[in-house]
C-alpha cells in the first residue's frame, strides 16, 4: 500500500528525514514513535504530500507520489489524515463537515453525502451530535468527528499524528477504542502515538525514529521486550 524508498527532506539547510526505509501491506498497522523533533510528524505528512521530499521515492496504492499536482491529488484521496488538533471546520455543524469533502472531491449529490457521513458517524458512535458545532463538543468527540470526517472520504490508509495528545486523559480511551475498532475491521494505518497500550494491542509493527532517521523496527512484542538498540532502551526508558 505503501512503500517509501531511500527517502530524504530537507527544510532549508536542515535534513529533516535521512533514507527513509518503509514499506506498508495492505491491512498493516504500524506504530510510529520516537522523541519530540524526530521526524514523526513530516515521514506521514510526506505520505500524502502535506510536505514535499527531495531524494527517493513514495509510492502509494501503486502511484508514485511525484511533484504533480494531478499525481498528488491521486493520493490525497486515498489517505485520510487525522491531527492532534482535529482541524474541524468551525463554521460548519458536524454533519457538514463530514459531507464537504464528499460532495466536493467524489462528486456525490447531497444526499448521498448525507447518508454516508450519517453512517460513519454512527459508527464512531457520535450520531447524536450531527447538528452541533465542534466548540459545542468535548475533544475525544471533536476528534471521533475528524476520524469519521477522514473516514468518508473512503480512504485505504488512515494516518494518525498524535491524535490522543491534546486530549484531557479521561477521553484518551474514547478515541483509542474507535482506532482499535477501524484496525479490526482491517484499515490500513499508520499511527504517531506513544500510546503504548495501544502499540502492543495493534500494531503489527513498531517502528521507532530518532533524529530523522528509522533507528529500528519489531513487532510489538520484541519491540518492548527487547529492543535492540541504545536509543531505543532510552526512549521506552522515558515513556513507560
Ligand atoms: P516530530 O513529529 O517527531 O516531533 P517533526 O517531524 O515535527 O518531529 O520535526 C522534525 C524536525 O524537523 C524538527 O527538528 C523540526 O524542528 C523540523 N521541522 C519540522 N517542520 C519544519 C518546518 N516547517 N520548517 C523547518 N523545520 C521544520
Ligand atoms: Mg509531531
Known amino acids: 500500500?505503501?512503500?517509501?524508498?531511500g527517502v530524504g527532506k530537507w527544510f532549508g539547510a536542515f535534513?529533516?528525514?535521512h533514507?527513509?526505509?518503509m514499506t506498508v501491506g495492505k491491512g498493516e498497522k504500524i506504530v510510529l514513535c520516537g522523541p519530540s523533533g524526530s521526524g514523526k510528524s513530516t515521514l506521514i505528512r510526506c505520505i500524502n504530500h502535506l510536505e514535499s521530499y527531495q531524494q527517493g521515492e513514495i509510492h502509494v496504492g501503486g502511484i508514485l507520489l511525484g511533484h504533480a499536482?494531478?499525481?498528488?491529488?491521486?493520493?490525497?484521496?486515498?489517505?485520510?489524515?487525522?491531527?492532534?488538533?482535529?482541524?474541524?471546520f468551525p463554521h460548519l455543524s458536524v454533519l457538514q463537515n463530514c459531507m464537504l469533502a464528499p460532495m466536493r472531491s467524489l462528486g456525490l449529490s447531497k444526499a448521498e453525502a448525507e447518508?454516508?457521513?450519517?453512517?460513519?458517524?454512527?459508527?464512531v458512535k457520535i450520531s447524536e451530535q450531527a447538528e452541533k458545532y465542534p466548540a459545542q463538543l468535548s475533544g475525544g468527540q471533536q476528534q471521533r468527528v475528524a476520524i469519521a470526517r477522514a473516514l468518508c472520504m473512503r480512504p485505504k490508509v488512515m494516518l494518525f499524528d498524535e491524535p490522543t495528545s491534546a486530549?484531557?486523559?479521561?477521553?484518551?480511551?474514547?478515541?483509542?477504542d474507535t482506532m482499535i475498532a477501524l484496525a479490526e475491521e482491517g484499515m490500513t494505518m499508520i499511527c504517531v502515538t506513544h500510546e503504548m497500550g495501544f502499540a502492543r494491542q495493534v500494531a503489527d509493527r513498531v517502528v521507532?525514529?530518532?533524529s530523522g532517521a528509522i533507528v529500528e523496527e519489531?513487532?510489538?512484542a520484541e519491540f518492548f521486550s527487547n529492543p535492540r538498540h541504545e536509543r531505543t532502551r532510552k526512549f521506552l526508558g522515558e515513556i513507560l
Open 1 to 5: 500500500m505503501i512503500t517509501m524508498s
Open 15 to 17: 535534513q529533516a528525514l
Open 19 to 21: 533514507n527513509i526505509d
Open 69 to 88: 499536482s494531478k499525481t498528488i491529488d491521486a493520493v490525497r484521496r486515498e489517505v485520510g489524515m487525522v491531527f492532534q488538533q482535529f482541524n474541524l
Open 115 to 123: 447518508e454516508c457521513a450519517r453512517l460513519l458517524l454512527d459508527r
Open 167 to 176: 486530549l484531557d486523559p479521561e477521553m484518551v480511551k474514547e478515541v483509542l
Open 208 to 210: 521507532f525514529m530518532a
Open 218 to 220: 519489531a513487532p510489538p
